[in-house]
Every structure is written in structure tokens, then in C-alpha cells.
């Protein structure tokens, strides 16, 4: 019902995906050779209009010529409300539950200022977001990852053993847990959820949930609320959302929080609004609206339809076609992460060769490396299935070769 299958020409219109290549030695990919177009499958946005719900609300927010200070609206609390009851089988929430954060790694930071002192460990999963990586260290934290195991059935597992280890070895009480998880795509089950805040709880270590992901479910995968799974995590753990991801606002800025407790609540709403930066948008919240709205829960699942014919196109073609590349079948997210350490040590190519071969040809994916996951790269696919096909036709004839 919704397009997502035309391609939109975004050059010059405000989008670093397309317009954001640079030389290859930072953090954005290089320049394709002369003769080919770049599909941009890097930064974690999408090739597809917005929901029409959300244009129609801004739209009629400008007819009303006045952008003066305002409150968020009872309707923008309420829309959150009902998209996670809707969505998430959330009960019980109420607006004081609920703070605003410009964005969710913005927040990621207040929550650990809340709970940290500087040089404090965070316990973190690797394959990890870039974004963790960057604002925790730059903020003063220390990083400590504990490494996700792709197990014999190419499923991403937590390994609680080493989780709990590290967490005493580095005295750790605060960890930042990603449900779904970027990049290894996974939506974790109830049964995960329960067994990570046990860990947590036992170790007495707050834990700050960054679902930004929660509503990119993949095929008949369920999104499990961390908060969700017991009373503990309830009073302990911070989540984080956004209408940004999911409806590719991420211009237009604005995610929340949803703390329980009031203790937490407090903290964070203070340590959030100290700079006076972290401060919304009219237009934003009129989006948020108009995104977490009736045909706004129609244009999401399509979206999960049309994410979920690419992921497994991919997952098949991958497995199919370039034997020695190592994948897992994607549960959420648009992201998937390819390890190409068996197929590049078989065919002499370095890691350096192998990411500059998709970034020549046009296939703009991400350094793994970028995500403590050397050898490997990670693909967005969230965009029209023909430069879907476009890019693994580029990859047969000019990388996996
Ligand atoms: C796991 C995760 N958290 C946070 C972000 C960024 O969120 P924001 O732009 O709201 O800071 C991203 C963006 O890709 C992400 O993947």
C-alpha cells in the first residue's frame, strides 16, 4: 500500500548517506571509481519516505505560523502510550514515566552520569554500535566488552558466564544493553532478557537499555521489553526509543526515555536538562505524533515486511553464493554483519582490500572494524529491493570474486 520501492534521489537534500562520502579514512566510506553510483548502505538510515502520517502532522503544524516555547503536548504522551501498549504490550505507563532526549546515545551519556563516576567501567557486548564506542569513551567511561557467540546454528548468544566475570573482575554497576541488538541484528528472547538481568541484578549493576531498534522486527520475531521481564529490571533499567529510527527521522531529532522509578526518573530528567540543549522541537513532536499513530502502525509493518524480503534475500544469497562468509539470519534491525574472515583468508585479500572492493564498486557498507568486529562488514539494507539486488550483483561480479 505504502512505496518502498521507488528509488528517491537524495543528493543535495540534506543526507549525509548519499552526500557524506568522504575519503575512506574516517569514519565514512570512500568515493565509488569513476562509473559507478554509490548505494548508500552505511549510515543507519533508509532509502524510503516517511510514513504519510508523519508529513500530514508537520504539515498542518506549519499552517499555524507560530513556533513560540511550548510543553509537550498531552497528545505526544499519550501517542507513546499507545504505541507501547500497541506495540510492546507495555502497561502501566504514564507520562511522568517518560522524559524527552534529543537523542537516544545523548541519553545513553545522562545515564551514565547518573550512575557512573568518571573512569567507571561499562559493560558493553561486542559486535558493538560505533556510537557506543565514541560517546562513552569520549564522556569519560571505559568500555568493557563482553563478546556475543555466534553459536552452531548461526545464532548471535550472550555468553552470561564471561558477562558476569568481567562485570566483578571490573568492579562494573552500570552496562549498556542493545535489544535489538546493532549490529548483530538480534531480537533477544524473554528467556535472554530474564537471564541478562539476573546476571545484573545479582551484580547489583544498573542497566541502560538502548531499544531504539524495538520496532524493526524481523519475519515473527517479538520485541521483549527489558523493563518488561521482572520487577528488578522495572526499577532498574533506563530503556530508550525513537520514532527517529524507525520512521527515518533522524533530521528532524527527538527520542525519550522510560524510567520507572522515580529515583532514576529525577536523575535523569536533572542531569538531561542541565546544558539546556537537550530541549524538543515543535515540529518533532508534531512527527512523533503523526508517527506513532494508527496508519503509523500500518506503515511500520509494511516496513518490516519489505526489511524482511531484503534480510532474506541477502541472508540466502550470502550463504548461497559466497561460501567462507559467515552471517546470521537478521531477527531485527535493517543492519546485517558479514564475517569475511574464512573467505578472505582463502582468497589472499586483506581486510583493507576487502572493504575497499564494495566502496569502489559502489557498495558504500560499513568497516566492521568500526564495530570491534574486524574482518567483517556491515550492510544496510534498508532500501528498494532493486538496489538490494543492484548491490549483491556488484558484490558477484567485483568483490567476492
Ligand atoms: C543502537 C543505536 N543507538 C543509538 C543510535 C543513535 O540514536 P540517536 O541518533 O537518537 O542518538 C543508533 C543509530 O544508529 C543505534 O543504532
Not at 533477544?188 to 541484578?201: I, K, P, S, T
Not at 524480503?309 to 546470521?328: F, R, W
Not at 566492521?368 to 548491490?391: H, K, M, T, Y
Amino acid at each position: 500500500m505504502y512505496d518502498f520501492s521507488s528509488i528517491i534521489n537524495r543528493h543535495g537534500r540534506d543526507s549525509l548517506a548519499v552526500d557524506g562520502l568522504g575519503d575512506g579514512t574516517g569514519f565514512s566510506p570512500a568515493k565509488p571509481r569513476e562509473g559507478f553510483d554509490s548505494l548508500p548502505m552505511w549510515v543507519a538510515d533508509m532509502g524510503f519516505a516517511t510514513a504519510p502520517s508523519v508529513v500530514r502532522a508537520i504539515k498542518q503544524r506549519l499552517d499555524h505560523p507560530i513556533f513560540g516555547y511550548y510543553q509537550p503536548s498531552d497528545a505526544y504522551y499519550q501517542a507513546i502510550i499507545g504505541w507501547q501498549r500497541e506495540r510492546n504490550g507495555v502497561q502501566g505507563l504514564e507520562p511522568c514515566h517518560i522524559g524527552y532526549e534529543n537523542g537516544v546515545l545523548g541519553g545513553v551519556i545522562s545515564a551514565l552520569n547518573v550512575l557512573c563516576s568518571k573512569g567507571d567501567n561499562v559493560l558493553v557486548h561486542s559486535p558493538t554500535y560505533v556510537g557506543f564506542t565514541h560517546a562513552v569513551g569520549n564522556n569519560g567511561y571505559n568500555l568493557v566488552h563482553s563478546p556475543l557467540v555466534l553459536d552452531k546454528d548461526g545464532v548471535w548468544r550472550m555468553d552470561y558466564e564471561d558477562m558476569e566475570r568481567r562485570i566483578q573482575e571490573h568492579h562494573i554497576h552500570a552496562a549498556i544493553f542493545c535489544s535489538p541488538h546493532n549490529p548483530c541484528g538480534r531480537a533477544w528472547e524473554r528467556e535472554e532478557v530474564l537471564r541478562a538481568m539476573d546476571v545484573f541484578q545479582r551484580n547489583s549493576v544498573y542497566v541502560i537499555a538502548d531499544e531504539i531498534w524495538s520496532d524493526l522486527l524481523l519475519d515473527k520475531n517479538r520485541h521483549t521489553p527489558t523493563q518488561s521481564v521482572s520487577d528488578w529490571a522495572r526499577s532498574h533499567v533506563v530503556a530508550f526509543y525513537a520514532p527517529s529510527k524507525t520512521f527515518n527521522l533522524a533530521g528532524l531529532v527527538g527520542s525519550y526515555h522510560i524510567a520507572y522509578d522515580p529515583w532514576l526518573s529525577d536523575r535523569l530528567a536533572k542531569e538531561g536538562g542541565l546544558s539546556h540543549y537537550n530541549a524538543q522541537n515543535v515540529l518533532s513532536m508534531h512527527a512523533l505524533v503523526g508517527a506513532y499513530s494508527d496508519e503509523g502502525q500500518a506503515w511500520t509493518d509494511e516496513l518490516c515486511q519489505v526489511l524482511t524480503k531484503n534480510a532474506t534475500y541477502a541472508y540466502e544469497h550470502i550463504t548461497k553464493s559466497y561460501p567462507g562468509v559467515k552471517t546470521a539470519r537478521a531477527q531485527a534491525t535493517y543492519v546485517l554483519l558479514l564475517d569475511c574472515e574464512q573467505w578472505c583468508r582463502e582468497h589472499d585479500v586483506t581486510n583493507d582490500e576487502l572493504v575497499r572492493r564494495g566502496w569502489d564498486v559502489g557498495v558504500t557498507w560499513h568497516d566492521g572494524r568500526l564495530f570491534e568486529c574486524p574482518w567483517c562488514v556491515r550492510l544496510n539494507i534498508a532500501l528498494p529491493f532493486s538496489q538490494i539486488v543492484d548491490a549483491f550483483d556488484r558484490m558477484d561480479k567485483y568483490v567476492f570474486v
